[in-house]
């Protein structure tokens, strides 16, 4: 029996700008922390390497861990620059952290028309890693929310979780596609079960969601999101031929 054809679509930097609202709220930190007189050249990468211990402690995303690790460096700062401890300041410090509920987080261009093209010919998936709470709300503020059978949030992605959902939904392991912009939550899953994936590379990203494949291993690249439609008909016509 034909099954028709899946896509699992990442939600940040994916479909929406996350990261760019993470720069702009990093930028108030420091500017804040300047302002108290607590900076150095190393400031940006105490606060990036707390963000990281966070979300590893915690085996998830937790919303908290941005603002708690803004809090960390300011202490860590307090210490190492002699500067007495004061709770306005750290208030001020984890109210600028706490932004990431507040700020609005809009559609990557061409998100709409690439899942409006889709919709007809693909099973579409949403599976974005976080909370609950603050990823649906993200994703439907976006108005990209209708698009989806289902969307999905897990505290953290792994091979196993997309073998479920393929398993749970009765997908083809052959014809799934994972898009994503993180290869450790993306493609290499992707690449371990077998399924045809894009990278997609319209943000920066975040260091933390990168990581090491195995030598010789290739998978496309997009700096468009619209692109990853002529990928997929490449690979239908190829298939169908």
């Known amino acids: 029996m034909f099954k028709k054809p899946a896509i699992i679509f990442d939600l940040d930097d994916t479909l929406i700008y996350t990261h760019e609202v993470y720069l702009a709220i ?3 930190f420091l500017e804040k922390m300047a302002e108290y007189g607590l900076t150095d050249d190393n400031l940006y990468g105490t606060l990036d390497a707390y963000d990281q211990e966070n979300v590893e402690a915690a085996g998830a995303y937790r919303q908290e861990a941005f603002p708690q690790a803004m809090l960390q460096t300011y202490e860590f700062y307090c210490q190492k620059l002699q500067h007495e401890y004061q709770q306005a ?6 109210n600028i952290g706490w932004q990431i509920n507040q700020r609005k987080y809009q ?7 690439l899942l409006e093209n889709l919709t007809e010919t693909h099973r579409l998936f949403l599976l974005t890693q976080g909370e609950e709470e603050m990823q649906m709300k993200k994703i439907k503020e976006s108005g990209l929310f209708s698009y989806f059978e289902q969307c999905i949030v897990v505290p953290k992605k792994s091979t196993a979780i997309y073998q479920t959902l393929i398993q749970q939904y009765q997908l083809s392991f052959a014809n799934t596609w994972i898009i994503g912009n993180s290869i450790k939550s993306e493609i290499k899953p992707a690449l371990e079960l077998g399924l045809p994936c894009i990278l997609v590379q319209v943000t920066p990203g975040w260091d933390y969601e990168s990581t090491t494949l195995s030598n010789g291993v290739t998978y496309p690249i997009v700096r468009k999101l619209l692109d990853c439609l002529s990928l997929i008909e490449v690979k239908k016509e190829v298939k169908s031929g």
């Open 107 to 113: 559609p990557v261009e061409g998100a709409a028309e």
């Open 89 to 94: 300041e750290a208030d001020e410090i984890l």
């Open 26 to 28: 990093t930028a108030e």
